[in-house]
């Protein structure tokens, strides 16, 4: 697994794929448990990160631009679903 970070809350990628035309976007996997859910979805809610995988020395700032999940209710103990999430970079730099 590689690391990533969101706006410095660092997730474990179950799979991921990186592009860089016409604008960097990386497209990756999630695991989310049932207790891990609300702070994943608290995070998620920002939209706009500052985005780093230093494993492939890649950082930019992005915006959600897709975004599923293979189950929606993760109330019940013991349950994960996957998330796939696309982050597209912004033309905004990291202190705008």
Do not use: C, W
Not at 2 to 23: F, G, I, Q
Not at 33 to 47: G, P, Q, R
Not at 49 to 68: K, Q
Not at 80 to 86: A, D, G, N, R
Request: overall charge negative; glycine content about 2%; cysteine-free.
């Amino acid at each position: 697994m590689k690391t990533l970070r969101l706006n410095d809350v660092t997730l474990e990628m179950d799979a991921y794929k990186v592009e860089s035309e016409p604008k960097r976007k990386i497209a990756f996997t999630l695991n989310v448990t049932s207790e891990t859910y609300h702070d994943i979805a608290v995070l998620l809610y920002d939209k706009t990160f500052n985005v780093e995988v230093p494993d492939e020395n890649l950082a930019f700032r992005g915006e959600i631009t897709n975004y599923s999940t293979s189950m929606t209710n993760l109330y019940e103990s013991g349950s994960v679903s996957e998330f796939h999430i696309e982050i597209t970079e912004t033309d905004q730099n990291a202190d705008s």
